[in-house]
């Protein structure tokens, strides 16, 4: 059998003899602080109150305990007839318990007054209590075989030592969870004004942002209220109007080149040949290669002369032998018919870029680059409204959602409130509270 001192492990348990029904108070999210603080003091005069009476009572058990030791040290446990062996081995356990009986229980401990003379108190007696515990179980044979009547009451005694530190362990832990719930809303307090903050910065930039979406608005209604003075003038109908003829007129141009085209393709093989054995200028070779590629954007006033002379030398080259075609009559009455036709295709080509001149020169009326700009304008406003409204949206979903924190620790806080002391807190707040 052995002692086993100083080795139990420590038990806390609430006391669950007393059912407090909490009381309802209503408070401001302003008088926690407060309500912190006195909480705390609360808490640790009742801490040293309970353990000034545990320490009443573990001084009365250390006075046992010594006087069992002094009783063991003028006790020679009949050693007279032993081996001198065994001699040795007793009295040396009897003195080293003994000995740390008085060196732990000797002095009397310090008055208690403050929260930290209660933590130095269980120091102080857990440690005594254990080196005790820990030399009665080096000795426990000893002890139990060669002091049997003072090893009972040893046990017993350190026994119900341990049992009374356990209770005041067990207040100290207990005051330990309540500050921990304590400190626990102290933290969301400061969540709390740090949301809180993040909220005003929010609110701030949404502020910004509706000043911004307001002004985008404005700018658009100004941007469609300029397109319609524009689009409603008469110098805009004129406008719409020359446009659509040159449109047509454009139409009508594409058929009058198709048929010149026609024409200048029955030559077209004789030109691209020539163009090698010509020994015409090179403005003029340069001119048969475009007369064969596209011959309406050559066909013009100033350039009549030069093309009869690059027709009337084409025709000198077939009929010379130097441009080979198939059939050398045929090409010459080609050639023939377009230098007959070519003083009307150069006027009808004219009528027409007379007539698209003109048009165009008309279209000066109206400032149709600036309806162009407005346009873009219009379509940016657009965009930047669309993209302030999604940025609003977003910083409100933010904002919503902080608040909806805020809540919820609203209801955390009235939790631990209520568990941290006898009363059932009810927190009164607005939204002005969480933006201010």
Do not use: C
């Amino acid at each position: 059998m052995v002692f086993g001192w100083g080795k139990k492990k420590q038990i806390i348990e609430e006391s669950t003899n007393k059912i407090t029904i909490p009381t309802q108070k209503e408070i401001t999210l302003e008088n926690i602080p407060d309500i912190i603080h006195d909480i705390t003091n609360l808490r640790q005069k009742t801490l040293i109150a309970e353990i000034k009476s545990f320490q009443n009572k573990i001084e009365s058990d250390r006075n046992v305990l010594l006087k069992i030791a002094d009783a063991l040290s003028n006790d020679d446990l009949n050693t007279d007839d032993m081996d001198p062996h065994l001699v040795i081995l007793v009295n040396r356990g009897k003195k080293e318990v003994i000995s740390s009986i008085q060196n732990e229980f000797r002095a009397k401990f310090s008055k208690i007054d403050s929260f930290d003379q209660v933590i130095n108190f269980q120091t102080k007696s857990s440690r005594g209590v254990k080196k005790v515990g820990d030399m009665l179980g080096k000795h426990t044979r000893v002890i139990h075989i060669f002091a049997k009547k003072y090893a009972k009451k040893l046990k017993d005694d350190l026994k119900t030592l341990t049992n009374t530190l356990d209770e005041v362990n067990s207040l100290i832990s207990n005051y330990y969870s309540n500050k921990e719930l304590l400190d626990d809303i102290t933290n969301s307090l400061n969540d709390f004004s740090s949301i809180k903050l993040e909220i005003l910065k929010q609110e701030k930039r949404k502020s910004q942002l509706e000043l911004v979406l307001n002004e985008q608005h404005q700018n658009q209604i100004n941007i469609k209220k300029s397109i319609d003075q524009m689009k409603s003038s008469s110098d805009y109908e004129s406008f719409q109007d020359i446009s659509e003829q040159i449109t047509t007129l454009s139409n009508q141009e594409k058929i009058t080149k198709k048929k010149i085209e026609e024409q200048f393709i029955k030559i077209s093989r004789p030109l691209n040949k020539y163009v090698y054995v010509s020994s015409l200028d090179k403005p003029l070779k340069i001119m048969v290669k475009n007369l064969a590629a596209s011959p309406y954007d050559i066909l013009s006033v100033e350039n009549k002369s030069s093309i009869i002379t690059i027709l009337n030398s084409v025709q000198s080259a077939i009929e010379s032998g130097s441009v080979s075609v198939k059939d050398v009559e045929k090409s010459k009455q080609a050639m023939n018919e377009i230098k007959s036709l070519l003083p009307n295709l150069i006027e009808e080509k004219s009528l027409f870029t007379d007539k698209k001149s003109k048009l165009n020169n008309n279209l000066s009326i109206f400032d149709n680059n600036e309806l162009l700009k407005l346009g873009n304008d219009l379509n940016k406003s657009h965009f930047n409204i669309s993209d302030t409204e999604s940025k609003i949206s977003m910083i409100q979903k933010q904002i919503d959602s902080n608040k909806n924190s805020i809540h919820g620790m609203i209801t955390k806080l009235e939790l631990n409130l209520k568990q941290a002391s006898s009363v059932s807190y009810k927190l009164s707040y607005n939204e002005n509270d969480i933006q201010n």
